[in-house]
């Protein structure tokens, strides 16, 4: 039987040599246009690309929303703008607004594709507004800020939501956005008017069939990806080099620290990212010389001529149980765990997408063993007990710590599950005192899998149009790396892991010798670290606010007392924003990725981001910030000799009390004062709030005062539940 991939590239082939012009014409429907040119009348948005003259117009109806396309231009239009590519189409309570990309940033090429980081966006309404609502004003904000902030990146020829090697056994008939990793389709939720309409589904009023699948849809639809993005040019021991990093966070169950943990009933684990390391020898050159072959690891009849790709995918994501850590102003949040028996279909389902895209899975986890974070590190295993058949387990000890290593699998693997390999690591105690080399202990203990595991090389293919590569190698096996964040330990682990992959594909391929190593070369061995670092910070970042701790190292190789400051300044920065910053940031995350849709129902009757705490909740801060500072200006003041001293100094002492009864109260009853989504609010949080008011309301002192002043029923903080759909938790 022929393989299917084979087929299609014949096919293709055939096409080419029988007419030329129809292939490339097909060709352009299945990438996104370069140029778009924006017209607008009172009656639609018509979308044009410049390039392609005769391709059809998109045209989007005032104020309905329905799309449809027209042959040729439409008139009566005015002419707008250019812009770089069409980002979705985004409901909100009063209005459809579209999201045009007005300005793209370069990246880099790989393989001769240039990618683009998104710089600017713009919102064009559907419809005039005659009706003011703050509420919409607020989603237009948090959309705003999410996309000026956020790392998003697209290529009009280039699917970088997928990795080489799942590109490679993609299907090439298929236009970018079927091809692109649902996972990764960032904006695959405000593109779903225009993805429902090109495979022919109703209009946006419901009222007409669209039928067949409409081609000349696909080349507005351009999937974006969200993470980091790294491309450069470079040399190892003087042989020139594409070196890429690409981190890929998934869509699903996105979010921002503290929000958002452990695994949801569909299977999907909070901080999901996938990060390929990437090396391209020969870019942008035809291999016209032997093929070579890989025997036994080794690579065989490297000629320098083919362009040859070698890729290395790992992945991190949050314990796969259901547990949270519920902020309450502490420092460290309260922990919950729910039984694990509760979330073993939902893992089922997570480890089963797992195993098939990446393999086998060595599920490293790194998190302490001892205080806390042991409740998670048990649950993780008691569910690697429950999913593989037969489990063993063995224990490594040394003079540091009884439990340097534990390793949980399946002692005869004969089922799907068998397939996940858990390894502990007592990162904690074996790193601790500024002994990161013992990071070497893991690896060692990884090695066998790395080995096993291979990772992904192909070659291009000569004489191929659409680029494809000959695949020599595949990727069979994946380590997936967590730790209570998913970030600062994991980014070491991770950085290591790519280097000691790297060093052995430039093996394999030649360029180093034997018991030589990447980092042997003193330039790049710079620029590596700096990426890697660049990655931890850019990951750290969307997700708990600030960059990533121990970046010191992953830089320079060495603790560092600068890095030490650096990492208690993040700190602090991360309980700040964790606790009064990441309600607004998980809001946005809600809303562009669809886990929130507005109700257009009821518009002015109710507030979503209303604060509706008693008043005098809200008030306790506002009275210890004045009374702290009247304590402070008073201590401050001169008073003249014949000045009675005594007023003066009691109503200090008064003031002092005031504010030290307040912020005992904050700190009491710090679950009232976090700054929690207001769209999604998680259960816990509502729990923890009515269980907290309730303590309150029969406070002999407090209570009365209230129950006076509360704004409707107990329930009014969180009445705004009600709308939309629900996050699951």
Known sequence: MVPAAYDITIRVQQQQQQNPILLVASMRNLVPFRDINVHASTSHYAFTSPSSPSAQTLVIERPSGDIRLNDGALLGAKRVSSIAGILGIVKLRLDKYIIVITKAQPMGRLKGHMVYRIMAT???????????????????????????????????SF???????????????????????DRFFWNKFIQSDLIDFAAGATSASGLRPHGAHQTGADPFILPVMFGMMRITTTRIKSTPLTFALITRRSRHRAGTRYLTRGIDEHGHVANFNETEQTVVLNDGTRGM??????????????????????????TRGSVPVYWAEVSTLRYTPDLQIRGVETAVDAAKSHFDEQIRLYGDNYLVNLVNQRGREVRVKEAYEQLVRTLVSGPTESAQADFVTSEKIHIVEASQPNQKYDRLHYVYFDFHNETKGLRWHRAQLLL?????????????????????????????????????????????????????????????????????????????DAAFKVLFRNIWADNADVVSRTYSGTGALKTDFTRTGERTRAGALQDLNNSLTRYVKNNFGDGPRQDAFDLFLGAFQPD??????????????PILIQAIPYLLAGSFFLVLVSGLARSSPETTIWPMRLFSILCLVVGMWCF??????????????????????????????GAIRKDKFIGPFVARHERGASTARVSHLEEGKKRIQ
């Open 159 to 181: 699917d970088i939501t997928n990795s080489f090697q799942r590109q490679a056994a993609s299907n090439p008939s298929h236009a970018l956005w079927q091809r692109a990793d």
């Open 664 to 693: 005992r109260f904050i700190y009491t009853h710090g679950v009232l004062y976090v700054n929690w989504p207001k769209l999604n609010t998680p259960r816990w949080a509502n729990e923890g709030y009515q269980e907290t008011m």
């Open 122 to 156: 713009e919102f064009l309404p559907l419809r005039e507004r005659t009706l003011h609502d703050s509420d919409e004003d607020t989603y237009l904000a948090l959309l705003k800020t999410l996309l000026k902030t956020g790392p998003m990146y697209f290529s009009y």
């Open 289 to 314: 010389g032997g093929e070579g072959s890989m025997q036994n690891g080794k690579v065989s009849g490297f000629d320098g001529q083919d362009m040859q790709i070698m890729s290395y995918v790992q």
């Open 600 to 613: 257009s129902s009821g518009i002015g009757a109710t507030q979503v981001f209303v604060d509706r705490r």
């Open 444 to 520: 060692d203990q990884l090695k066998d899998g790395l080995v096993r595991g291979q990772y992904f090389r192909g070659v291009d293919m000569p004489g191929n149009s659409q680029g494809r590569l000959e695949v020599r190698a595949r990727q069979t096996a994946v380590v997936r790396t967590n730790c209570m964040d998913c970030l600062d330990r994991t980014n070491v682990v991770q950085t290591m892991l790519a280097r000691w992959t790297l060093t052995r594909q430039l093996t394999d391929i030649g360029i180093l010798k034997p018991g030589e190593a990447a980092d042997d």
